[in-house]
């Protein structure tokens, strides 16, 4: 086996490891994303932006929080390691004797590998695999109630992803706010004329977020 075919072969792994991490990544991402989202629909908050101005707030240094993204990369660090230790290129130099010649001719290249390392390896990847699904399963988002008097309903956020349709239909500004990215805002429903019941739900500044009795939950349109 050639020297570039081996090293080749051996750091597919590294590749397959390397989209794992991603995949994890991408999992946390998106419902931490959505549980952000859905913050807002019971407290104020500043927008989290890249260059934060006024109230607003900077992103994640690691695109996730501490809790999140340090055990994760922790976990694929002793992931790629474990698996540079399961399978690695063996060189051989040759001499010929008596006078310890190089021989060229009979080098080699060869692929090593370790059970243990291996074993250790499917057991961290397995780990990470299962948890995600525990993740994805087990972790369902409860967002705190919102009442706006004693007898108007729950309204839930509508859960948008990476949607930027979904996001634009929520960001559409009232025309009596001011600056309200730069402010803490909240997700709720606002009337358009304050003589006037009809409204929309939207993310606003304003205080007097209304929670109409008359709309009911399989009747909204966001």
Known sequence: MGFFFATVYVNVFQIIVSGL???????????????????????????????????????????????????????????????????????????QTPEFDRAPDLDGSLVGRSPIAMLLAVVVGGAMIFTMLGFSVFSKYKPSPIIGNGKSPSYPAPLVGT????????????????????LPIRWGYVKDDPEHPIGRFRFSTARDIVYPTYITTEKLSF
């Open 21 to 95: 991490y991603l995949l994890c990544n991408n999992i946390i991402t998106v419902m931490l994303m959505a549980s952000e989202w859905n913050s807002y629909r019971s407290k104020r908050r500043p927008l989290r932006v890249s260059c934060p101005r006024g109230y607003q707030r900077s992103t994640y240094f690691l695109s996730l929080p501490y809790r999140y993204s340090l055990p994760l990369m922790a976990a694929s660090s002793a992931l790629h390691w474990l698996v540079s230790q399961s399978i690695f290129v063996i060189q051989t130099i040759a001499y």
């Open 163 to 182: 949607c930027s349709a979904a996001i634009s239909a929520a960001c559409h500004a009232h025309p009596e706010d001011r600056d309200p990215t730069l």
